[in-house]
């Protein structure tokens, strides 16, 4: 259930294991400013995946959204299978 509370941040994580996440995005904020959407949504999902208690993140445990000039976008499925194969193509 929401709790009402707004942070002024470039980049939190919230919940269950989120140390991990928070700390690698902490490792990567000055890059922040200079990323593409693509990266900023590669990069997000490269901090769920380390809170994960396995390692492993898929598709139905992932909705994706972007925020991009005032606006929010709900990306589709076809999106978080393709970012998914990026991940996991990068790190193997």
């Known amino acids: 259930m929401p ?11 919230i919940g269950n294991r ?3 996440s928070r700390t690698y995005l902490e490792k990567r904020l000055k ?15 490269s901090a769920l995946r380390e809170a994960c208690p396995d390692g492993k993140l898929d ?9 991009h000039a005032g606006e929010f976008r709900l990306l589709g499925d076809s999106d978080v299978h393709r970012y998914l194969s990026l991940i996991n193509h990068r790190t193997g």
Do not use: F, K, N, R
């Open 3 to 13: 709790t009402g509370e707004s942070y002024e941040c470039e980049a939190i994580s």
């Open 18 to 20: 989120s140390q991990a």
């Open 31 to 45: 890059d922040l400013p200079s990323m593409t959407l693509d990266e900023l949504v590669l990069l997000g999902l």
């Open 59 to 67: 598709a139905e445990g992932c909705t994706l959204g972007a925020v």
